[in-house]
């Protein structure tokens, strides 16, 4: 979107109530289309030009059973007149497609919210499948809530009657139907969903017919029957000018590798295996290959490293992508990697374990596994997206750092950061990083020889050449080289130089990334640290509590191996420190280690996100003691 902000003619009988903020929850059968509608409904909101975030949370299964707990897929978003980090903690607005969705996510509607309820789905059958003993419409389940309850499957018949479609394909718009009563109830724009439709189903328009039509029937449902007696309305957010678009991290990850390899004048090759939540880089990197972008969907797991190794190896700017045990599967050959000393990043978009776990929830359980799971000593630099568009430059860092010190990166995000949305300012292209790289071109020996492991006195990376360059024939492998010549060596002493050298290349980073940056108060009694997807509930809980006069303080790493340079001194400075992380303390377990921090963990391991009030309450009992 642009700074500029599209309007809504609300019907002059209605009343808006302004509020600063609002969070709403959209739940049913994965059939139902709570993605897709909250998808629209995130759009139409960042056109509307409010700040919000999303979390999209779905069964792993492809066909989940229909009308039980474990199929129901939910999408919640707040919008906000201000800046915000997270999707929210309670919904103020929940709609329930059927039985099953009212069970799974009435306790967390905030008491007094409104729930929106189809009707007709509410129904023996669907009541008994969703664990009901009694009809919650009829009994005191609802007591306490704003209760909205719709026939959105006679609606909807009645609404696409006329467009073409028939059959089962009728109640497919009904989530359509949902989300026009929502643009009326919160006073969206319907504007840049029906253009959305058209460009969609442009070569089936009774299709594109049918879903219009049942979004100004819901829209009209809303003022027509005075469903509430006042709509809600979030105003714009003050936004910095510039050229806005909506967001997930996956795309951000996808453009910052683009960018990167644009910067470094390389062409860009991604070597891969589909897996939940890492495949849609795939499907965005593919569709780039006018900026050189080559994409390989390999037979397995093994493949797509063995590929990307040989990108690196040919001069690429080279990408592999999965999640945890993807990345399991990929660690003999990262080794590899890692002892040939070649420019390549792995990125790995974690979701919960271990084994095969929980696909589609979120985790950051993979840091120590990033750090040791490769076997010998095999240092390499780990860097975390921290939010939807951070993950853009994240990216770039991460190449910058593989193409000048010879080394794979690993770059971690996780279900959070890959699929939860949020307004981003695209950035001027000028003020992008230049990421040149310097091929060897000549012999750098005596004798005109190529010496393939002499390094650069300032970073230790050994040079770069691409294969068939005249006179630079050199050989690279797994087994041990001498330090000089790259010939095969079994030498004490020389294996001890080599493995040393490269653990100092890995240390010496320390020294050309950020420093540690405090967000709030200096003498705060507590400092709060994150990595990742935990920046947005640490950085909102932290606002919270100064506003009531609370002295905390944060910061969040991007870098985890290594460290920021300054990291151990701004330890020191808190007598108390809080790291708050979805695993069960592998970030303090290291802080420990390194600097014998006595940091306590927040640890949460339920394959869902902290809540804003999870970590308040923790630092309110630490400060409290």
Known sequence: MSDETATLDVPSDTDATEVDRVVIRMAGDSGDGMQLAGSRFTDASAVFGNDLATLPSFPAEIRAPAGTLPGVSSFQIQIAHDDILTAGDDPDCLVAMNPAALKKH??????????????????????????????????????GFK????????????????????????????????LGLLSWLFNRPTEPTVKWVNDKFANKADVAAANIAALEAGYTFGFATEATRSTILVKPAPLQPGTYTNVN???????????????????????????TPASDVLHELSRHKNFGVRTFQAEDEIAAVGS??????????????????GIALKSEAISLAMMAELPMIVVNVQRAGPSTGMPTKPEQTDLLFSLFGRHGESPLPVVAAASPSDAFDTAIEAARIALKYMTPVILLSDNQVANGTEPWRLPNVEDLPDLSVRFATQPNGPDGKFLP???????????????????????????????????????????????????????????????????????????????????????????NLRKRGEKVATTHLRHLHPFPANLGEVLDRFEKVLVPEMNSGQLRFLLRAEFLSTAVGLDKVAGEPFKVSEIEDKIMEMISE
């Open 249 to 275: 991290g996956n795309t951000a990850l996808a453009w910052g590798l683009v960018a990167a390899a644009q910067q470094a004048n390389l062409p860009l090759f991604y070597g891969t295996y589909p897996i």
């Open 308 to 325: 990307t190794i040989g990108a690196a190896f040919g001069g690429s700017l080279a990408v592999t992508g999965s999640s945890g045990p």
């Open 147 to 178: 209760v909205i309850k719709v026939p959105m499957e006679s609606l909807t018949k009645e609404a696409v009657k006329d467009t073409g479609v028939s059959g089962r394909d009728v109640l497919r718009s009904k989530n359509f139907f949902a």
């Open 106 to 143: 009435l306790p967390d509607l905030r008491k007094g919210g409104t729930v929106i309820l189809n009707e007709e789905a509410f129904v023996e059958r669907n009541l008994s499948k969703a664990g009901y003993e009694s009809n919650p419409l009829e009994d005191d389940t609802l007591v």
């Open 453 to 543: 492991y002499l390094r650069d006195v300032h970073t230790f990376a050994r040079p770069w050449a691409v294969p068939g360059t005249p006179g630079l024939e050199h050989r690279l492998g797994g087994l041990e080289k001498d330090s000089i010549t790259g010939n095969v060596s079994y030498d004490p002493n020389n294996h001890q130089l080599m493995t040393d050298t490269r653990s100092w290349k890995i240390d010496n980073i320390a020294n050309d990334i950020p420093p540690v940056e405090i967000d709030g108060d200096e003498d705060a009694d507590i400092l709060v640290i994150g990595w990742g997807s935990t920046h947005g509930p640490i950085t909102a809980a932290a606002r």
